[in-house]
């Protein structure tokens, strides 16, 4: 077993099997729900195929923590939980039936016996809301995943690609092997467990001939009728609602998500005097136009734009104030990215799974608003007296942004990344963005699927890092290089295409005595 950094607020432990992680990851998850003493402080424990991750307090305090339920019996306190077994009708009438019955040299009446026959389990969560990595199947049924991955595989497809067998919650691309369809509804947002499958889970496969159903994806909560609000007139690009995220569901595949330049979201909501997580607008490119509902209290942060209020100029990283039929403007971003309107009292909309955030990998929270849109903003709760009213923001663009880091788990496949200068590519979105420039010296060949945190530096084969955003998978199988420092993220969610930046590693501070 092996303790891995991971950044400054979580760790990756690594052990030898599946079955260990699985022992693991039950034991460390009973000692947080527990929360006993800084246990309490856990926010997530997420199993993998060889690694658990776990997250919550700073990192050495972390440690401290699995290094002393390592050596005590606490581990061994834990009560594991009652098996649950969850039977998954499948019609056996995949495109890759047959194909697949090649590759195992089976007829296809012996796949889908095969599979069926043998109960599979949950091993950890992936790519989307409620899929699982199932395990212990019909060892005949190891098969490589497809040449060419498809663009859209449709929701309830069940697949198989090497030991693994898993259905498609929703529509995705994808590479598996498919070999039949299924019915059952994996992920329900409105459920108090809103994932069928979580790990541990013991599944069964059977064949059925049943004509396809509906499959169910929950109901969303009821609009709120707030009388004040935000109307949108005019956008270039959707406007996300976003708020401090919603951890603690990586395990079934649910990202944090939130803001992504998080300090500029906390900045926002000091500024216009809200507390709780309310949600502000998060804005890419800025220029829009929006119109008040009432009396309107509200501040722009992240990127500077210029912002009018009927004409009347006001400075962004300030409280301002929009009296109701007012039109506010908000002008293109003179340096950055991504810009943050926050309104006293919060945008009051449904929250899913906790967070009224828009989470884009995932397809949960509020839809992005466009033109037309009616935004409700919630009544502001108690007296309010600012910690600050302005505060001063950089319109200077850098020609080179420097991105601090901390060693990953996998720092040693990579040489070269500490001090290294990328353009950002054409592809960043939320999720991440791809680096270009001269690729780093790597470790040939890949690692099992593993838990990543928000900052992950991925090195794939090419060589040229990915940073991993706030809307991030949850799970990925690149080799974890460092981890953005908080700040370096909000950084990182502000680089546009084009943009040049530096990769610059630091350690964590040793904590000092008393």
Known sequence: MRLLPCGERALLIEVASLDEVLALETSLRGLAEAGRGAWGEVVDVVPAARTVLVTG????????????ALGSSELSSVASPPVREVVIPVRYDGPDLEDVADLTGLTVDQVVAAHTGTPWRVAFGGFAPGFAYLVGGDPRLRVPRRGSPRTRVPAGSVGLADEFSGVYPTSSPGGWQVIGESDVAL??????????????????????????????????????????????????????????????????????????????????????GNRD?????????????????????????????????????????????????????????????????????????????????????????????????????????????????????????????????????RDDWVEGMDGSEWSVGSAVDRIGARLTGEPLRRREGELPSEPVVRGAIQVPPSGEPVLFLADHPVTGGYPVAGVLTAQAADSAAQLGPGQRCRLVAVRLRAPTAG
């Not at 307090?57 to 002393?68: F, I």
């Open 57 to 68: 307090p700073p990192a050495d305090l972390l440690r401290r923590l699995v290094e002393a």
């Open 187 to 272: 992920f329900d947002p409105s459920a108090r467990k809103p994932a069928l499958l979580t790990p541990g889970t013991r599944v069964r496969f059977e064949a059925t001939d049943a004509p396809p159903t509906a499959i169910s994806r929950g109901v969303p909560a009821a609009q709120t009728t707030s009388a004040r609000a935000l109307l949108v007139e005019e956008t270039l690009l959707p406007i996300l609602i976003e708020d401090e995220g919603r951890p603690g569901l990586a395990a079934v595949g649910v990202g944090a998500s939130g803001a992504a330049n998080l300090g500029a979201y906390r900045l926002g909501a000091r500024l216009v």
């Open 277 to 409: 997580g309310e949600a502000a607008l998060e804005l890419a490119m800025g220029r829009a136009d929006l119109i008040a509902v009432g009396d309107l209290t509200l501040a722009l942060t992240g990127s500077p734009c210029l912002v009018t209020v009927d004409g009347r100029a006001v400075s962004a990283g300030i409280a301002f104030t929009a009296p109701d039929g007012a039109r506010i403007r908000i002008g293109a971003p003179a340096d950055g990215l991504r810009s943050y309107l926050s309104v006293r009292g919060g945008i009051d909309v449904p929250e899913v799974l906790g967070s009224r955030s828009r989470d884009t990998l995932g397809s949960l929270g509020p839809e992005p608003a466009v033109a037309g849109a009616r935004l409700p903003v919630a009544e502001a709760s108690g007296p309010w007296l600012p910690v600050i009213d302005w505060t001063p923001l950089s319109v200077e663009p850098v020609d080179l942004v420097e991105l601090r880091y901390l060693p990953g788990p």
